[in-house]
């Protein structure tokens, strides 16, 4: 009975994620991810597979690498999932999928998360994103669609693939306060065409995008022009995949801060293992509003999880322009969003 | 051509062979790093070289061979065709990322050879003939950098695949499991997909040989990108078919639907072919390299009906890795015969 034991389980969910949020949470966080984790392997054959004989910790809970997301359907919803994001698959390899029931967990944890991390997001929203309206499987778009308050609205500003330079230039025109949201990839080009700064009080969310393109600039040169440019009252960064439901939100320059119901794992690529806090390894998320899909996702990205949770990125996996004349296995690697 | 340079090429073959140990780290194990690099030195016997340096007309006076992304020991045949003709060579190579060059280089300079190596872009400059080993956009690169009237022979990337209906399957097992060994399976020449007919069997006896494979040949240097490639290749094979490993290799048997045409490092993805044996579809679009045979089914009608219109090279199991220095590059073209001016001018176009 997958409907009962699902409600269930958003139940606990949604109550964890109000009670971490309040400091009270209602259950330990290792409890349930091997509650879900459990219901997952009961009715989802590639959890079932990738579990080992006995998942007795948390940390014992496969992590799904993202190249399984394109390759199998993932999760407990296979062709029937009412909603389906999917990765860009601009650098080849297919497209992965994250399947959903429905989005009211995936939209209650992203929201209070960029709530309590940016409490001063203005409530009129200015996207460098395609409208979700016409790529309704772009999990960002999904997201930043949630975004606008108070009376505020979302516009869209990339279409085809282009930025839309002048729609944006008109949505700009005698604006307030705009959180501007944008791809570091979109941030870039639109920063080419030397834009007026934003209206004053504005805020800037970067989100990585670079989708194997290769950008002129470093994250940290990028920020400072969007400063210089935009002259926003501050700029943020968002770290998120298709394959999670939450997200990491930070400062340029500082640790991702990821929500209480996602826990960052930084692992040995050669052997999976855990590494303690503070050393470098291979990024895995166990993200407790990945009700339908899986619990646990390994990526591609290495990084360092501090003593505290916090994550530091430091880009891809080294080693993927591969040595030798066989197909290049960069092309096969590629992060979602 | 003169005998007294085809010599020197023997000689600088005889060097490299006998100061194997002093090449440089290139990320394999010595041992990985002895296997291919005999089988380099094995393909330059002195009738083939004198053959081929013979082929293709007039030699050009220089030469620049780019090894921007290959296997480290693609240079060595091509360097001793061109100098043995005696062309001036030039092998550029990464920054950074040398390689053999500078050994090759210095083994060449102690007997005379004109072989220089350089890590700079401007190389392909100046030069009648450049070689180009590397991926797809590399060699769009330097075909756009280089003259018009300068003949530039590209080589992108490459899959190879073994075709194999089992027959004595511990002989052809192992001799697989070598082909996988060379190069840790990073080659265009490497069997990255084998398709049979019974795959839990040629798994099997794939898992038993590449073990001992390992112990003979220790697989070397393995990214974290790799290994992240690895683990989800196994993550693949557990959730749809089967799975077989041991220290430093993989046995992954994986649906038809799911093959991968990118090779790991001494991971052997085994396919089931249908009744028919019919090699799948997708597998009949990739670029394909060499397609390896058990013993005896090279000539094979029915081999030949299936890839012979579509593979450069095909060749019993074991052998893969190890081709002749004469032979058919590309679907009945010589390159030999293209690096000299007598040659065709683009024969890497025709394919």
């Known amino acids: ?337 | 051509v003169t005998l007294v340079t085809l010599e020197r090429v023997l000689a600088w073959r005889d060097a490299l062979r006998a100061d194997a140990a002093g090449a440089p780290d290139v990320g394999l194990s010595r041992p990985g790093l002895r296997l291919v690099l005999d089988a380099a030195l094995d393909a330059l016997d002195a009738r083939a070289l004198a053959t081929a340096v013979d082929l293709g007309g007039a030699p050009f006076e220089a030469a620049t061979f780019v090894a921007a992304r290959t296997v480290v020991t693609a240079p060595i045949e091509w360097l001793a065709v061109l100098l043995g003709r005696g062309t001036r060579v030039t092998l550029k190579h990464p920054a950074g990322a040398p390689g053999l060059a500078p050994w090759l280089a210095e083994h060449a300079r102690r007997l005379g050879l004109p072989l220089v190596v350089t890590d700079r872009r401007e190389a392909v400059q100046g030069v009648p003939l450049v070689i180009v080993m590397g991926d797809d956009a590399t060699v769009a690169e330097v075909r756009d950098a280089v003259a018009p009237d300068v003949r530039c022979l590209g080589f992108g990337s490459r899959v190879s695949l073994a075709w194999w209906p089992l027959g004595d399957v511990a002989a052809e097992a192992a001799a697989l499991a070598r082909d996988l060994a060379a190069h840790d399976g990073r080659g265009c020449m490497t069997p990255s997909v084998i398709l049979t007919d019974r795959p839990d069997e040629a798994a099997d006896a794939l898992a038993a040989a590449m073990s001992e494979a390992e112990a003979r040949w220790p697989r070397g240097e393995v990214t974290p990108a790799e290994h992240a490639a690895l683990r989800a290749r196994t993550a693949l094979a557990r959730a749809t078919g089967r799975v077989i490993e041991g220290p430093g290799w993989g046995v992954h048997v994986v649906p038809v639907g799911l093959i991968d045409p990118v090779g790991l490092p001494r991971a052997a993805q085994v396919v089931g072919l249908g009744a028919d044996g019919a090699p799948p579809p997708s597998v009949l679009r990739w670029p394909l390299s060499v397609v390896g045979v058990p013993r005896g089914w090279v000539d094979a009608p029915d081999v030949q009906r299936r890839f012979g219109p579509l593979a450069a090279r095909i060749c019993t199991l074991g052998a893969m890795q190890r081709p002749d220095l004469l032979r058919v590059h590309e679907r009945g073209l010589d390159h030999w015969r293209a690096t000299g001016r007598g040659g065709p001018s683009a024969p890497a176009e025709a394919r």
């Open chain 1, 1 to 337: 009975m997958i409907p009962t034991e699902r409600a269930l389980l958003a139940a606990r969910v949604h109550a964890f994620v109000d009670g971490s949020l309040a400091g009270m949470p209602p259950e330990p966080f290792e409890r349930l991810l091997l509650d879900l984790h459990r219901w997952q392997a009961a009715h989802d054959p590639v959890a079932a597979a990738l579990a080992p004989p006995e998942v007795a910790a948390w940390t014992d809970v496969p992590a799904v690498p993202v190249a399984l997301w394109k390759q199998l359907p993932v999760g407990t919803v296979k062709d029937d999932a009412p909603v389906v994001f999917r990765t860009s698959g601009t650098t080849g390899g297919g497209r992965g999928e994250h399947r959903l029931r429905d989005t009211a967990l995936y939209d209650h944890g992203a929201l209070a998360w960029a709530r309590r991390c940016v409490p001063d997001m203005p409530g009129d929203v200015v996207a460098l994103l395609e409208d979700p309206a016409v790529a309704p499987d772009s999990s960002l778009s999904h997201m930043v669609a949630l975004f606008p308050r108070g009376g505020g609205r979302a516009t869209w500003h990339v279409r085809d693939g282009e930025l839309d330079r002048d729609g944006l230039a008109a949505r700009l025109r005698d604006a307030g306060p705009v959180f501007l949201a944008t791809t570091a990839f979109a941030l870039a080009a639109w920063l080419q065409a030397d834009p007026d700064p934003l209206p004053p009080g504005s805020l800037v969310m970067v989100t990585g995008g670079f989708k194997g393109r290769r950008l002129a600039l470093s994250d940290a040169e990028l920020h400072a022009e969007a400063e210089a440019r935009l002259r926003p009252r501050r700029v943020v960064v968002e770290y998120g995949m298709t394959e999670l439901s939450s997200q990491l939100w930070g400062t340029p320059g500082e640790a991702y801060l990821p929500p209480p119901w996602l826990r960052a794992v930084a692992v040995d690529p050669a052997t999976g293992t855990p590494r303690p806090p503070g050393q470098a390894g291979q990024l895995r998320f166990y993200d407790l509003c990945n009700l339908d899909s899986a619990v646990g996702v390994e990526t591609l990205d290495e990084g360092v999880v501090h003593g505290d949770g916090a994550v530091t990125l430091h880009g891809r996996l080294p080693g993927a322009e591969a040595r030798g004349c066989s197909l290049p296995l960069e092309g096969l690697v590629e992060r979602g969003s």
